[in-house]
């Protein structure tokens, strides 16, 4: 699924209605684009049309400062919500950290070894915890101490980082304080969080401990775009593994630890691939 | 971990402390077991000791008839809660079916073929629709409407046919009505129900339904121990499957068959094995 | 995943070059197709382009027996290799089986709640033992005696019943003897094999002695088509499950029933879902 | 399964008879030691015992410099191979590895987040690549260039290496030389490795490649101790993931890494923890 050659990828929701993939193929085909993945769905309950198509820019003639101009006809006739994005434009992502560092590392190496293609302009933690790790990857690490008082100040010092860094997507790798709904709000499908139970069971607080009192056979992960309500929003993905009782809580959260990292880290990955497509609180994740 | 010769199992739990090994290995040796199988497990939390020992009933001196008396010392030395069970003695169990017969047609096939070691002396439904499949089998099919009105009754009927039948254990395969606390506690840690959801997550109705709206990415099914609390007794097994946007609902129920058959059958099989101790609202599961 | 309409479904492999989807839509656009699903692939290394696309007919104004008359000038110009199949017209499936009788039950099962789409004329065995089931689900059941000296014989009995069954698919559900390359030339990609073993490890003779004398931690099943070399055809369906050390060759074999029953069936249904299409001793499975 | 006191652990394996447990719980009891974890296995067709057993030391009256002397007895008599170790001693581990990271990065993550409780003395490479990796936890980083003619002399170089820092195992993390025969002698069920497959599925070179090729649906990894023949040593640990015909040999490589670490840290963590048992070129793994 790697790509060498520059690409655009176009993902596209609307009404689903008779001949949508032509219409697609044809605007392409008309600057001689060489599509290299194409992939729809649609939701019949919601009669909705979803797709993500990509494209090499090798002789495509259309510049694609002028893309958007000439698919506002298309997009208009059919009701899209649309965006494009180009391989050329690596995205800009943030890591939020508290004191578990497993998720931060395991993401760390693998940008470093080329899985997550983006850059990082910065870490933000409300410990000092994992400077060291930041540092050996030569990236920023901001420490903003976050208290029930001082909230609205940190993120407002947070926000003005991220803007600075030119941010795109934030990840929170297993970072313990609830974001604000401005925060929240300023972010739409932009924020995806880790949290260590197999949602919706568990959400919440200490879910290990909860999974351990319920004497679960299986544990998970669930990664997750932000939205206002706490550990409610858009599944992206889910992982499990099997547990006994001979496993203790330590025991869980260890076993756990393996699956926050996988389940992150591959949201990630989509997501800087523009594989995925939000509705309804639902998630679509094109192939 | 089948077995040809004929065998006696020891299921025990009692307060942790030490000697508890040697007291009871010294005790069949005795009278000259020849232990198969032995497997222990201590809850440090609940300071439990829990131990399941298998021995070859070739050379054992002790009659089994005389074994509670010869046992009892030791047991009440230590509290222990026990019980023994012997190969010679296949268990008697009662399937409950409602419509959907793909567990009940599982169950049936693994009996014949001799994966589950045990009688099945009656079928119970609330609906004619898997009489053929009884008959195919050779086992009594009872049909034995059940609404708002009559469950008392019903109930009733249930209790005769299955004292007629010296019925050990009660599987309800996908038997879609809420037993009566009467029932539940005439039966305790012997009726064994298949959830068709990963548990704690959509306990009660229409779980497949849930799963869509929500969004998750794996579905579940988990088999567990009848309480008095629907849907909250002792887990027994769990399995998940992965599905996809592409998935609907009518998918979610094709692809959540396959995990219910497995997860009831192997929660039925480990019962009639003697594996399985249930404390606490837990299990263990002995290898 | 469902359908409920009728629907045409179209499975092109041709040598990619640009404008392939626009070709393909655009015919389909012109006779108002309503297209369902569409999923395509690139084979890079092979510069192959894969295609599959259903559409429903209601509203598609080509007769579907000119079909192939008005699809053939595009198909000539891309060099495509194609076929297009009728939901409306099912399959017609025989089912090889010997003496374990798990797959048969298991398809035989699938096939009575709907899981499978399709006819099934006849069962060829060598042996007697299935005969109760297959009456049971009033399927004819024709026992064809294989031994060395009989085998062109018995193919020729068993080649002659499927012509006048007018048999599409044939699906060898643990059929124990070797089918000649006479009999696999004449149904090329249309003979489905389990065979039990995460291949290539293991093909051939008694995988699961031979998985347990190599102390393997995980056993398999595939499913492939069959092709001269014996267990060397496409791959269709594979699927694992943890083993240990506590388990002797006989647990192997009760754990392998399981594996090999859901990737059997899987990759019959994909099958008769038109979801299969294979090249260069692979598989493409269409979601 | 964690451990907070002080604790001994012996692993056993000796001929099948009655007694055994009697006589090692006695011996145990003897000494008023108090049993943490007790797990057994008889191997029936070997007529093997295979026993580990843990205990606190907390109490336990016989010192254990004095161990072997009054354990020497009962291992006579029944003719036991035995090794027994302490919590309070840390295992010492060196790790090689070559120029992919991933293992090696993942391994020392987890011994400095305390998942492995050993001690690293050093790290051996051919290659420099991952020496800041090693410098980043403080661990000694030799590289010893290998090449055909001084095989020899590089390995004596490594037996020195070491000695000096007294290596208990040896782990290959992704090391891409192959040991010589007195090499392997030298450290009999000493040396883990991990392979990039399914064994015995592609053995030997470029496995993600040959999977590729073969069209399989799985790929996998594979840990085992290190014997004379290449990728034939006892299975330890086995993994697999989902692949499609989407994935390239890239993208297997990369769904690869991710089975590797898990499959190598856990084959680590159960060595470091006395719970492999290895005979007859396989591995019991006590719970």
Not at 49 to 59: D, H, N, T, V
Not at 84 to 100: C, D, E, G, N, Q
Request: a negative charge; aromatic letters at 8%; charged letters at 25%.
């Amino acid at each position: 699924m790697s790509h060498h050659t520059h690409s655009a990828t176009l993902l596209i929701a609307c009404p689903d209605k008779k001949g949508l993939v032509a219409a697609i193929a044809n605007f392409l085909m008309t600057y001689n684009a060489n599509i290299m993945h194409a992939d729809q769905h649609q939701d019949r309950s919601e009669n909705l049309f979803l797709m993500r198509i990509e494209w090499s820019l090798e002789g495509f003639t259309l510049p694609m400062e002028s893309f958007a101009a000439a698919f506002a006809p298309i997009a208009q006739e059919h009701a899209m919500t649309w965006r494009v994005s180009l391989s050329t434009r690596k995205p800009r992502m943030a890591i939020f950290v508290s004191r578990y560092e497993h998720c931060l590392v395991d993401l760390l190496h693998r940008w470093r070894i080329g899985e997550l293609e983006c850059d990082i302009p910065l870490i933000i933690s409300n410990h000092e915890d994992c400077r060291r790790i930041a540092e050996f990857n030569g990236i920023p690490y901001h420490v903003i101490p976050v208290s029930r008082d001082n909230k609205a100040q940190a993120e407002a010092e947070q926000f003005r980082l991220m803007e600075e860094a030119e941010v795109d997507l934030i990840v929170l790798a297993r970072y313990m304080q609830v974001l604000s709904h401005t925060f929240v709000e300023r972010y739409p499908n932009r924020i995806i969080n880790i949290h260590h139970s197999f949602l919706p069971a568990f959400d919440g607080a200490k879910p290990y401990h909860r999974a351990f009192a319920r004497g679960v056979k299986l544990i998970g992960a669930t990664s997750h775009y932000v939205t206002e309500d706490l550990d409610e929003g858009p599944i992206i993905e889910q992982e499990v593994t099997r547990i006994s009782h001979r496993d203790d809580v330590e025991d869980l959260v260890q076993k756990g630890r393996d699956l926050e990292k996988v389940v992150l880290s591959r949201a990630v990955r989509w997501h800087l691939d523009d594989r995925i497509l939000s509705y309804n609180n639902k998630t679509v994740i094109f192939d």
